[in-house]
């Protein structure tokens, strides 16, 4: 009986929007909005493109074209202004007020909650919406939440003990904020990585984070003018995240309905986002263009190209450019620990890590002799490059999905069989 007045006294009148926080007794319908408390970030209704349905989402306060960066009911929209934002039993609670109706469209749902109706939600200025119950203890954040866009003091990755793995998902549309067909998520098996995919199948690899950088975004460096990135992986959790250097710089990371993975930032000048970088720049990012034991490259004519000591498995088909099929030994491995060497290859991005593993004690001396000691280790590099580089990081089975860069990147090391080596002496290790 309680609830129903209090959804009633919601519709016919309206809550005060000077605050950036929603309580049990202060909630957010349709025409209103709350403001983080630094003026960055707006709470409120939107709808997108030509669509006249409604959502509700955060958006950017100072940006004057509204860009939306979370969606809350991207699955169930208003299809009319009734809708309320309310504290119910705890959680965040979306209504649909019309005609008495009473409809949940979408619930922070968080369960086994005992803060009843003592919670209350706060937007920050950095664009997360958190739930916290009656001692301030968060329960709940859209940051574990993502849509399309990743936001500084986001992280993007795997809590290991509740099995939360914060990923992006495109809209289904420049009018649909429904899940989409692309994600960007963190694979967790062997050494982590990203990949961006659409439905099962991957696009684009980001490569490991090698103490710097993660390896396939030569953008993305520890300290930038912009940013500071940070990538933490231990028994609780594994993630990347950016925080910013300058506030008057705005940048953020949007997965966009058309499967683009893009880095942009505000130019207020000319009131546009600046595309930074685009994961799939070019054929080099699509992941294993080149097959296995190919490395590929943009500036050379022929982009794909059998790592030394390999040749094509079908010539057929490279010669159709079709490079698909990757590269096969021209030497089987001897594998008695003796009779086998490496050749280094500089500023690659390193080759899919789903199954490497890492020791970090060990140098890349020691590495070396590691991989050589397991016939099916293919190669090795430093797990981390700070310093001169130490860690070591080895490959059972195919290289995959290796590109050349003409600056960036860094050093691996592939095992050959002993009668290759004396053919590439300048590049013997």
Known sequence: MFESLLLAALIFFPICNSTDTIT??????????????????????????????????????????????????????????????????????????????????????????????????????????????????????SFDYPTNTFLPRMKMGLNLQTGLNRILTSWKSMDDPAPGEFSVGLDPAGVPQFFLRRGSDPIWRSGPWNGERISGIPLINRETTAEIWSYVANNDEIYLMYNRTNNSIVSISVLDHSGLLQWLTWNDKNRRWNVIFVATQDRCDGYATCGAYASCDSNRMTWCE??????????????????????????????NGKGDGFLRLEHVKLPDTSRSRVEPGLSLEACKEECLKNCSCTA??????????????????????????SDGGQDIYTRVAASELGKQVSSLF
């Open 24 to 141: 049990p007794i202060q909630s957010l319908r349709d025409g209103e909005t709350i403001i983080s408390a630094g003026e960055n970030f707006v709470l409120g209704f939107f709808s997108p493109g030509n669509s006249k349905n409604r959502y509700l989402g955060i958006w950017y306060k100072k940006i004057s074209v509204q860009t939306v960066v979370w969606t809350a009911n991207r699955e169930n929209p208003i299809y009319n202004s009734s809708g309320i934002l309310t504290i119910k039993g705890g959680n965040l609670v979306l209504l649909d007020g019309g005609h008495n109706s009473n409809i949940t469209l979408w619930s922070t749902n968080v369960s086994g909650s005992t803060m009843a109706n003592y919670s209350s939600a706060m937007l920050t200025d950095y664009g997360n919406l958190v739930l916290t119950d009656d001692q301030q203890r968060i329960v709940w954040e």
């Open 306 to 335: 059998c790592l030394k000591g390999f040749e094509p498995k079908t010539p057929t088909d490279w010669n159709l450019r079709d490079w698909s099929g990757g590269c096969v030994r021209q030497k089987l491995l001897d594998c």
């Open 380 to 405: 090795y590099a430093s797990a981390d490059i700070r310093e001169g580089g130490h860690g070591c990081l080895t490959w059972d089975g195919d290289l995959m999905d290796l590109r050349t860069y």
